[in-house]
């Protein structure tokens, strides 16, 4: 099992840059594919971006695609969202996810696929 902690959210305008991280629990982080999802009041959970176990196999949602990284660093049990270019429509409450897979490589797109998931990190992005 596992345990997450999301940090880096805030309030920023709009243009700016945020970088959310994700600490994971646990000395099997290696083991998890990650995924940063949003959801903002009133719409459904949504992928915002996901990455493999090794962090060499990486997907954006086409909302964040060129505005967005993921990143992860086994060592430190944590993966990161870079965020650029915000826009007001970015506001949301932000959640990291894992999901134990025994797959290099493979990645995880719906919130349904993960078990394990953070408490979330608000950002607001002001017009």
């Known amino acids: 099992q596992v345990q997450l902690v999301e940090s880096g959210g805030g309030l920023v305008q709009a243009g700016g840059s945020l970088r959310l991280s994700c600490a994971a629990s646990?000395?099997?982080?290696?083991?998890?594919?990650m995924g940063w999802f949003r959801q903002a009041p009133g719409k459904e959970r949504e992928v915002v971006a996901a990455?493999?176990?090794?962090?060499?196999?990486?997907y954006y949602a086409d909302s964040m695609k060129g505005r967005c990284t993921i990143s992860r660093d086994n060592a430190k049990n944590t993966v990161y969202l870079q965020m650029n270019s915000l826009k007001p429509e970015d506001t949301a409450v932000y959640y990291c996810?894992?999901?134990?897979?025994?797959?290099?490589?493979?990645?995880?797109?719906?919130?349904?696929?993960?078990?394990?998931w953070g408490q979330g990190t608000q950002v607001t992005v002001s017009s």
């Open positions: 646990g000395r099997t982080f290696s083991t998890y594919a």
């Open positions: 996810a894992a999901r134990l897979t025994g797959y290099d490589g493979r990645l995880y797109y719906k919130p349904n696929d993960f078990a394990y």
């Open positions: 990455i493999s176990r090794s962090g060499g196999t990486t």
